[in-house]
């Protein structure tokens, strides 16, 4: 019993393919039909065992597995995954020139891993090119809306760990925070206040937060007193957290980032960017009556200097001068600060952004393949299986004279 089936169009070579492996027997030849309806015609003009079929189905099958069992648990499973990325503060939303601690979890040594991101312009880099500080296994980053991207860790073998969203929000609304005094680290039981510098007015904006701990809240709930458009605070260390302001309409000011130390030391750094070019005085400040301690300054993790007077002053500074600061003296450490430095002159708006998964099928398949060694070398492994069993299992009869003469009455 032979099978035949009739397209109006030659089909395509992995059609054929795919149509010679799933059939019940072997061989299939497409053949020209003449002198009545055109189209193509498959005919089985040779018998191939099943052995051999199954056993080919079989490969074809185990390939398909073998595919899924990587792409289940390689890419984006989240059952063996060597890694974890965490994000400080955990969250996937932020203002720009709030900074972020982006670390890789990993089990063992985490000396080979490092961050890379995706951006929703399609740009694929690596932290501590032109973005973010790298300190052993994690990034700091100051952020701005370009930064918006996708966030993962991946080690010098190719393995990878789970992947984050994170969205970086414009600032381009009439409002300011402020804060009063101006710096970042506070001790406990120190005032402070923040206050929305509005262009026009300020009625209807007021200070809101997020702290540490996650909870979201408005001043003049259980924390700080209200007076118009200011916030005033004693406060405690559950106070350290994320502050901005926000309006009726939904708009809102830039974040600040501030951190209440329970210690005896603090680092006074400014808690609003700085302009390039700005002369910038850092100062490690003593909760005791002792004053200008000699002071230790660390910058990223690395000594910059020390200082006898326990302050430290940068002239002019510049974009390679932002980072993360901590300081030591004789009675303690302070907590580390992340410094902002922005571009003297207005910032260009960013292009508008492009989602990041609306990557086409095949550009996902070619980033798939080329980012993953230990697939392509599955699938070259499977394939040679295959051919060498198929060649041991069977071998295609030679067509005869007669044979062929069978072919040429049979495609006319």
């Given at each position: 019993m032979s099978l035949s089936v009739s397209l109006l169009s030659r089909p395509h070579p992995s059609v054929i393919h795919i149509f010679h492996i799933l059939s019940a027997e072997r061989k299939y030849r497409w053949v020209e039909r003449r002198g009545g309806v055109g189209?193509?015609?498959?005919y089985k003009p040779l018998e191939f065992s099943n052995r051999h079929v199954e056993m080919e189905r079989h490969c074809v099958l185990l390939l398909l597995l073998s595919t899924l069992v990587y792409c289940s648990l390689g890419q984006g499973g989240d059952l063996s995954l060597p890694a974890s990325l965490s994000v400080s503060p955990d969250r996937s939303q932020f203002f720009e020139y709030e900074s972020v601690s982006l670390s890789c979890e990993v089990q063992g040594n985490s000396a080979r891993w490092r961050v890379v991101r995706n951006t929703e312009r399609g740009i694929l880099s690596e932290c501590n090119t032109d973005w973010g500080k790298q300190q052993g296994s994690s990034c700091i980053v100051s952020l701005i809306p370009s930064d918006?991207?996708?966030?993962?860790?991946?080690s010098g073998s190719g393995e990878h760990s789970n992947a984050v969203n994170i969205t970086v929000h414009d600032l381009s609304v009439p409002a300011s925070l402020s804060v009063s005094?101006?710096?970042?680290?506070?001790?406990?039981?120190?005032?402070?206040s923040l206050s929305c510098e509005v262009q026009g007015n300020s009625t209807g904006w007021r200070v809101v937060r997020n702290t540490s701990r996650g909870i979201l809240?408005?001043?003049?709930t259980d924390w700080g007193k209200q007076q118009g458009s200011s916030?005033?605070?004693?406060?405690?260390?559950?106070?350290?957290?994320v502050y901005w302001c926000v309006s009726g309409s939904g708009e809102h000011s830039n974040a600040v980032n501030i951190t209440v130390h329970a210690g005896a030391v603090i680092l006074e750094s400014p808690a609003l960017p700085v302009t390039g070019g700005d002369s910038v005085t850092l100062r490690?400040?003593?909760?005791?009556?002792?004053?200008?301690?000699?002071?230790v300054f660390y910058k990223d993790g690395s000594l910059i200097r020390t200082e006898t007077t326990g302050e430290m002053t940068i002239p002019a500074v510049s974009k390679s001068d932002e980072g993360l600061y901590k300081c030591t003296n004789s009675e303690g450490e302070s907590p580390e600060s992340w410094m902002t430095?922005?571009?003297a002159g207005p910032t260009p708006i960013p292009s508008p952004a492009v989602p990041v998964l609306s990557m086409s099928l095949p550009r996902l398949l070619c980033s798939l393949l080329v980012g993953s060694p230990y697939l392509l070398v599955t699938i070259?492994?499977?394939?040679?299986?295959?051919?060498?069993?198929?060649?041991?299992e069977t071998r295609v009869p030679r067509k005869t004279h007669q044979d062929q003469l069978g072919d040429h009455v049979e495609e006319e």
């Open positions: 189209g193509w015609t498959a918006s991207g996708v966030y993962w860790c991946v005094p101006d710096r970042s680290q506070f001790f406990e039981y120190e005032s402070v809240s408005e001043c003049n916030c005033i605070m004693s406060l405690i260390t559950s106070d350290s957290g490690c400040r003593y909760q005791g009556t002792s004053s200008n301690l000699t002071a430095v922005t571009a070259i492994l499977l394939v040679k299986y295959c051919r060498s069993r198929a060649q041991g």
